[in-house]
Structures are given as structure tokens and as C-alpha cells.
DNA sequence: GGATTTTCACAGTT
DNA sequence: CAACTGTGAAAATC
């Protein structure tokens, strides 16, 4: 989307004269705004409409005056705010710059973890510019991109948490440590933050509107937003080179008792004054944010928006979502409810913009409670499982009349052949106090757990053997994952576009289990029966490994090596989903997708016949698709095409 | 909820 | 004046 086309944004080259918006050049020096004055003159809090309220108005107002009749006829060519037309995939803007520095091992994560190592940082650019007319392919490109930084941002925070549950466990109990933190430092360490060498205004390659994201770091991380706990991201204006500073995205999460949030119109309190017990105590002045955000309306600057609220179900009970441009249309001094000034900035969603995240959010938490009363057309079924899993499988359809997965029986997991279950009977672990990390299951899996104590997968493998009947240990055990069905709430829909497609009414966290694939696994004979017959049927062997990718830490460690074992031998079975299914057959195909394939065994041992279990990419919204790279070396493979179109 | 963290802007030196 | 250094927020997190 080209978003030069959506704003005015100032000609530099070409200011109009006589514009009282854009005055004739002034050489001045630095400007300092500040309202300190006032905080000796007005020491206590006032009440809402005394009588000195009108100071701080008028001094306000000065101060803006000021401003638009001093500053240099709008922002230099070679200055602050540049335009990067045509961004290349490959422009240093977004690619991470090489680091000369050998990789740590491993081993070192402790040696990272101690503050001040010594290695000087590279600071954050001054340099702005707005990228614009990506190409479908570019699109692509910086998805890939910012998919693989994030799943390292997880894995890494996974990999440290679990790290540090095993230190924990040897020494003795102390403090948790913070993953977030320590995998952005591992990366920050490494160059590989995104967007650090451009500030980047307006939208963020490979950031969609409604993406979600668990901790600040993360957005640290991607560049989508620099702060780790202010709310407004800004160039500096010491940075700046007209010495104005310029707003480039804020985060509204109610920190602010004066905030009015709307959704398409949001009232932002500037920052400041507060104590640390988020009190207002002093009155804002006009800098740092503030300023910026006040500068970044009068050149019309777009500003990103990052909604923060909570959820259960995240790992620290919020998520932050990412809402799409908004601009300033106004800004005033006024009193809080404290009686202390603050700053308000008056914003509104520049229109064209896909649907907010956030209110995707809301309407899907209406859809979970009243699905009825919240889209009342439209429903077929309200569970396609008929009470085989655990959460109803809702079926909508409010695109023509097909009708036809309610025509098929339910499976909730795959059915192998009887002989599958003869090999390596009783093969089981003996914890019945519960598994550790010396069980034989994890042995099984090369020494560790698959999953963490939340359930989230740490790093692919080529197949996961997780507990089983033949186990002594309890249900609870921390070892059985995908054996106990979905967590969430799916709801197969038709789609002009894809067909049938899958989504979910609740926020998936990346690594998360989602479903099996599940089907009718057929012997050799009965596979070439089927396909004379013509029907078409699903090749576990052709999903692409993506599972590869997840939890790989090569990219920090130089000892990382992907885990290989165990070695499965290729796998030569087909599954047959025509008759009997579950959601899976009804995912989209994509080569970028957000759900992978990950093989498990828990009820049998033959390493022949896994489970193929589905796994999140990457944390995904409510409401939005969920896809599946099917591999397409040709068409028979495609499952969800050989029942849906 | 207090303690613990991190990053960044800013200002002051060298 | 560029580079470094110290300080103080800051809508974070457990």
C-alpha cells in the first residue's frame, strides 16, 4: 500500500511560500521548551477548574506559538525526515549488519547474561525514511524475515527460561530469570534487532496490522517500536537535523488515567510526571515525546499505534497489538484528573487500513461467549466434532451453500493399521512421582523435553517421543502435549478466496499445539486402489520440515547443531481424508506459512507411523487463517485441495 | 507491589 | 566537534 498516496505528506523540495504552516526560514538555535516556570510557580496540585489552570493554558499556547513562528521552513532535504521510495530487500535499512565477532558457544549464555560485558553497541539511526510500494514478492521477503527474527526471539527465550529451570533446580531456588530480556540482549549482542540503522515512519515490511507480540522487547527487536518501557518512540532532537524531534510510533496500554481510547479515535496522554507508582505528581512539559509528538503533527507525520491489554492465557497476561497508522490531529494542555497538567494529542486511524487488531480481539471474545448474538447468519454448525474435542469446532459459511464437511464422520486422531501398534510394545518410563529430565522419555528425545512447562515446543526435531500408556507417569506429566487435543477454539470457514480455511477465535502462541492432521492411514495396496479410484490423498513425507527452523539457535551460537536424531526411516504411508477428518484437511496451503508439521509418537513405538501434529509459526491472532506449507511437489498432495475445491 | 532490569535520550566532558 | 560517559526517566516484568 502506498501511504504517500493516503497523506499529505510536505513536498520538502517545494513549501509553499506563503504557507502560514511553513514560514520563511528562521536560523534558530536549539529550542528548549520547557515549562519548568510554571512548576515554581504552581508547586500543588490544582483543582480541576481554578482559576491558574488558565496560566498554564496561556503559557501552553506561548510556548506553541513560538514554535510555529520560529521553526525553519519545514524539514530539510538532507534532514530529518528523508523519503525512501523504493527500499531494496537487500538495503541495510533491514538487514541485520554482520557481526565480525566469532558466535558464542552454547555454553556461554551465563557470560552473556553479566551487565557490561565491554562490547560498545552501535546506537540507533537518526536517519529517517517511509517505505512504501512494496512488491508482492518484497512483502514476502520481509515476512520470511521478521518471522525468522521473532522465532528466534521465542526460541531463544524458551531455550534461556529452560537453561535457568535447570540451574535452578541444581543450586537451589532464586529469582527467575527474564527471558525476554536476555534473548534481546543475546541478539542486540549479535546485530540481529531489526530496522536499527533507519527509523522507520509509517508501517514496519513484514508487520501487518493485527500482528501480536507478548513482550516490549520483541518490539524492540523488529523495530516496530525502540523502547523498552517509554510509550513514545522518537529521533531525538539532538539527532534531529533541524533539531526538532519526531514521533514515529506509541504504545497505549491505560498507563495514563487521561487516556480516551475509542479505537478509530484515541485522546494520548503525553509522558512524564509521574512518580514510580504511576501517580500523576508534577505537571508534563514539552519535550522528549511529547515534543515529538507535537512535531510530528505539524509535518504530518504518521505515527504508529500499539494497543497493550491484557489476556489470560499469555504468558504474562498481556499482549500488545499492533493497530496501523494513526495521525495527530490536535493537541492541547489540560488538566488531568490529578489536577496536574498533561499534554493531550488527539488521533485518528488513517482510513484504507485493514481491520484493527484490537477490535478483532474484542469481536472475537464476543464470538466465543455468544457466537449467535454476535454473527447471527452464517452458522452451519456450532461443533463440527460433535463433542469429539475438547472446545466445539464452530462451521460457518456465509459464502454459498456448501455444506459438505457436516457430511463427514469426525476423527479426532489418526487411525493406523492394527501391526503398527506390534513394535516395541511396553516401551514406556518408569516416573510415576512424575518425569525429569533423566526419565527415559526425555532420553528418548536426545536427553531433554520437547516442551517447555507451558506446553510451548523448544525446537523442532525429527520426530518427539512424548509419554504414553505405557508410562508410569501421571496425566498431568509435562510430557504429553499433543495427546491431549486442542486448546482453542476453531472455527472452519469458507472463504472466496482459499476456499475452506481454518481459524481460531483465541490467540495461538507461537509453539503452541494446534491440531493433529489427522486421517485413515492405508497400507501400500490400498493406496493404489484409492489413487485408481482417483482420489487424492495426503503424503506425510511432503510437508517441508519447517519444524527445522524452530528453536534453531545456529544463528547465535556457532556449536548449535540441529538435532538429528532420532533418524526416522522415510516415511511411506499415505492417509486417506475423504471420508473420515478433523479441521486439519481444511488449512490453506502457503509457502509462508504460520503452522508447521511436527512428527510425534505417544501411543505406539514404530518410528514408521508418526503422528503428525501441528504447531504454531508464529503467534496468531484471532480470526486469522491459519496455513500450512502441504509441500506441493504435485497436486496429490495436497490435502486440503483433494476434498475442498 | 517492590525489586530488578534494560534501553535510550540528554547533557556534560574530553 | 565527534566520541565517550554518566544520569534519569520509562505505559516492563515477576
Not at 538555535?29 to 516556570?37: A, C, R, V, Y
Not at 510557580?41 to 483543582?47: D, E, G, I, Q, R
Not at 514515529?248 to 510526571?273: A, L, Q, R
Request: hydrophobic share 35%; with cysteine; aromatic share 10%.
Amino acid at each position: 500500500m502506498d501511504f504517500n498516496s493516503l497523506l499529505p505528506f510536505p513536498d520538502l523540495n517545494h513549501l509553499p511560500s506563503s504557507s502560514s504552516t511553513f514560514p520563511a526560514p528562521l536560523i534558530v538555535p536549539k529550542i528548549e521548551p520547557k515549562l519548568e516556570p510554571l512548576d515554581e510557580t504552581l508547586p500543588s496540585p490544582m483543582p480541576l477548574a481554578a482559576p491558574p489552570g488558565l496560566d498554564l493554558f496561556s503559557e501552553y499556547n506561548r510556548l506553541c506559538g513560538l514554535f510555529h513562528s520560529t521553526i525553519p521552513g519545514g524539514i530539510q532535504p538532507n534532514g530529518a525526515v528523508s523519503a525512501l521510495p523504493n527500499s531494496h530487500p537487500d538495503s541495510l535499512a533491514l538487514v541485520p549488519v554482520p557481526d565480525p565477532n566469532p558466535s558464542p558457544n552454547l555454553s556461554d549464555v551465563v557470560v552473556l547474561s553479566a551487565p557490561g560485558s565491554g562490547r560498545k553497541l552501535p546506537n540507533r539511526s537518526a536517519e529517517l525514511v517511509r517505505i512504501t510500494d512494496l512488491k508482492a514478492e518484497d512483502e514476502l521477503y520481509f515476512r520470511d524475515k521478521v518471522r525468522k527474527t521473532r522465532m528466534l526471539f521465542e526460541s531463544l527465550r524458551v531455550f534461556v527460561i529452560v537453561e535457568d529451570e535447570k540451574r535452578r533446580d541444581a543450586m537451589g531456588a532464586n529469582r527467575r530469570t527474564r527471558g525476554d530480556l536476555k534473548a534481546a540482549a543475546i541478539m542486540r549482542e549479535r546485530a540481529l534487532w531489526m530496522n536499527r540503522d533507519k527509523r522507520i515512519v509509517g508501517s514496519i515490511p513484514g508487520v501487518l496490522v493485527g500482528d501480536a507480540f507478548f513482550f516490549r522487547m520483541e518490539l524492540c527487536v523488529i523495530g516496530l517500536h525502540g523502547q523498552a518501557q517509554a510509550g513514545i518512540d522518537y529521533v531525538p532532537s539532538s539527532q534531529s537535523s533541524n533539531g526538532e524531534p519526531i514521533a514515529t510510533s506509541i504504545i497505549v496500554s491505560g498507563g495514563y488515567e487521561d487516556d480516551e481510547d475509542s479505537g478509530d479515535v484515541i485522546v494520548y496522554t503525553g509522558h512524564g510526571g509521574q512518580d514510580n507508582h504511576g501517580r500523576q505528581v508534577m505537571h508534563q512539559k514539552l519535550e522528549c515525546g511529547n515534543l515529538a509528538l507535537e512535531r510530528s503533527m505539524h509535518y504530518e507525520v504518521e505515527v504508529r499505534v500499539i494497543r497493550g491489554f491484557k489476556y489470560e492465557g499469555s504468558p504474562n497476561g498481556k499482549v500488545y497489538v499492533y493497530d496501523g497508522l494513526y495521525k495527530i490531529v490536535d493537541t492541547w494542555f489540560d488538566v488531568g484528573k490529578s489536577g496536574f497538567g498533561v499534554f493531550k494529542f488527539k488521533l485518528i486511524r488513517i482510513e484504507n487500513q485493514v481491520e484493527m487488531g484490537s477490535s478483532i480481539f474484542k469481536f472475537a471474545v464476543s464470538l466465543r461467549t455468544q457466537p449467535l448474538g454476535a454473527r447471527p447468519r452464517g452458522y452451519i454448525s456450532l461443533d463440527l466434532s460433535k463433542k469429539k474435542e475438547k472446545f466445539p469446532v464452530f462451521f460457518f459459511n456465509d459464502v454459498d451453500m456448501d455444506h459438505s464437511p457436516m457430511y463427514c464422520d469426525y476423527l479426532v486422531t489418526t487411525v493406523f493399521p492394527p501391526y503398527v501398534y506390534n513394535v516395541g510394545r511396553g516401551n514406556g518410563c518408569n516416573c510415576a512421582g512424575g518425569c525429569l529430565d533423566d526419565c527415559f522419555c526425555a532420553m528418548k528425545n536426545g536427553g531433554e523435553f520437547a516442551y517447555d512447562l507451558q506446553g510451548i515446543l523448544v525446537r523442532g526435531k525429527p520426530l518427539i517421543f512424548e509419554c504414553g500408556p505405557h508410562c508410569s507417569c501421571p496425566p498431568t506429566c509435562r510430557n504429553r502435549v499433543t495427546q491431549k487435543g486442542v486448546r482453542n477454539r476453531f472455527e472452519v470457514f469458507r472463504s472466496k478466496e482459499t476456499g475452506w480455511g481454518v481459524r481460531s477465535l483465541d490467540l495461538i502462541q507461537a509453539g503452541s499445539f494446534i491440531c493433529e492432521f489427522a486421517g485413515v492411514v492405508l497400507t501400500r495396496e490400498q493406496a493404489q486402489i484409492f489413487t485408481m479410484n482417483g482420489d487424492r490423498l495426503v503424503y506425510p513425507s511432503r510437508f517441508t520440515g519447517n519444524w527445522k527452523q524452530w528453536g534453531n539457535l545456529s544463528a547465535v551460537f556457532s556449536d548449535y547443531v540441529c538435532p538429528e536424531s532420532p533418524s526416522t526411516p522415510p516415511l511411506d504411508f499415505t492417509m486417506d481424508v475423504s471420508r473420515m477428518r478433523n479441521i486439519a484437511c481444511y488449512l490453506s496451503h502457503s509457502t509462508s506459512p504460520n503452522v508447521m508439521v511436527q512428527f510425534v509418537l505417544y501411543d505406539h513405538n514404530n518410528l514408521s507411523f508418526p503422528h503428525l501434529m501441528l504447531f504454531a509459526m508464529e503467534n496468531i491472532p484471532p480470526l486469522r487463517e491459519l496455513s500450512l506449507d502441504y509441500g506441493v511437489a504435485d497436486e496429490s498432495n495436497m490435502g486440503k485441495l483433494a476434498i475442498c475445491n
